[in-house]
Structures are given as C-alpha cells and as structure tokens.
C-alpha cells in the first residue's frame, strides 16, 4: 500500500524530498564524517536505503565508494538512472538482496520514517549488520517528533511511538528520537556521532520548522 503511495507522490510531488533536486541536509553530515568513512577497512561500497531520485548520490560518491541504490518504488530509481549508478528495487522490510560483509557504508536519508513497527526496525538493523563489513558505517538521516509539519500528524495512542498519518500524501510514517534508534538498532549498532538539523521549509503550501537529526553507528 505504501509503495503505491510513493509512486503517486513521485507524479504529484506533494512533498520537497520527491522533487528536489540538491542534497538533503543530512548529505552534510555524511561531508563531515568523510574521514571516517574513508578509514573503514572493507569494501569499497556503499549502499543507500530509500534512495528516492537518487539526489545525495554527488555527496556520497565523495565517498570514493561504489554506489549502490535500493528503494521500493520504480518511478525514482528511473530518475536515479540519470548517475552512473547500481539500482535496485527492494524493500527494507524483506532481507536486503546482497550478500554479506560486502559494504563498507550503508545510508538512509529519510527513509526510515516508513518502517513504523519496532519489529521492521529491529529485522532492518539486523539486514544492515549482516551486509556490512566489519567496523563498517550505518548513517541514518531522519525526522523527529519536534519537526513542526509532523508534530501535528502525530497519531494519539501509540505510546512512545510517534506514528504519523499525512492527509496529504496518505502516508502513515514514524519519526524518531535518537535515543529510540539506539535502543531498536541493538547493541551490535554502537553511536559514533549525532547531529540536530533546524531549518526553515515550505511544504505543501506552509511553512515549517524543520526538526531532523542524524546519526552515525559503528558494526562492531
Ligand atoms: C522521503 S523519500 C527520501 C528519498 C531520498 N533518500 C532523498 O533523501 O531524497 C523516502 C523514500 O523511501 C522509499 N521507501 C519507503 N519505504 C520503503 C521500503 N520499505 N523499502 C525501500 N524503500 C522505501 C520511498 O519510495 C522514497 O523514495
């Protein structure tokens, strides 16, 4: 159901990750750490979850790695073609199709959001675990509760889980606290690094106060 409502918001644009064409904010998080990433000690690859139009492909080739991109929707990865690029359509909540230990670096810039059960988060992490090398890095780019376009949408009865149902695209999503990622990614996942993004956005003919955070984990 929800890929289908991704394929229709890539014709209708309702949102600015669907039509933008510059790096997400988060691709500066990923220019930060460029040092780090170039001192894992594995496979010179890395692979984007939910890479959409493939829009943060120019900041993670900086990686000198190559890019691997995977999202459940046809219509972006035909825009992502445009990079000299390898795609797949998977979705994140089956087993990833690649083998094991065989990226250096895997990324998620705004997609996780969709993934809204503990359980999807926790077989997620343990999929990025299995594919990564040794040591290697799993950087997460995500919205959090205080973002003022979800803050509102945010569903009453769900506990710690902030799930979200959009009137305007349909979609039903979470957004999270760091803290919560830690906890659903296990120990195996440990926090190197985060960071708070904060900026002003005009979605869906508003403007909002964007709340997004980043962070960056180390596979032991
Ligand atoms: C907000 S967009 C972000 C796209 C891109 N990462 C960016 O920063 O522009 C979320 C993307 O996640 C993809 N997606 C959502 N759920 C997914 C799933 N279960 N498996 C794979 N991709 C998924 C959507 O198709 C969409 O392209």
């Known amino acids: ?16 990750s669907s039509t933008n064409v510059r790096p997400s904010h988060g691709a500066t998080f990923v220019e930060r750490h460029l ?8 496979p010179p690859r890395l692979l984007d979850l939910g890479c959409g139009g493939g829009r943060n492909v120019p900041v993670l080739e900086k990686t000198g790695f190559d890019f691997h991109g995977m999202d459940y929707a046809h219509r972006p990865l035909v825009r992502a073609g445009r990079f000299a690029t390898r795609l797949v359509q998977a979705s994140m909540t089956a087993p990833l199709p690649f083998g094991s230990g065989v990226f250096s670096a895997v990324t998620a810039f705004t997609s996780v959001e969709n993934l809204r059960r503990d359980e999807d988060l926790r077989v997620l992490a343990g999929e990025v675990r299995r ?11 995500f919205m959090t509760p205080e973002d003022t376009y979800y803050r509102p949408l945010i569903e009453p009865g769900f506990g710690d889980r902030s799930l979200t149902h959009d009137p305007v695209t349909g979609l039903r999503q979470r957004v999270y606290r760091v803290a919560e990622l830690c906890d659903l990614f296990g120990p195996s996942l440990r926090l190197l690094d985060t960071e708070e993004f904060a900026f002003t956005d005009v979605r869906s003919a508003g403007t909002y106060e964007r709340r997004l955070a980043a962070g960056l984990w180390r596979r032991d």
């Open 35 to 42: 040092a780090t990433i170039a001192a894992v000690d594995g």
């Open 131 to 141: 594919v990564l090398c040794r040591g290697g890095l799993w950087l997460v780019y």
């Open 1 to 16: 159901m929800s890929r289908e409502l991704w394929e229709r918001e890539y014709l209708e644009h309702a949102i600015s």
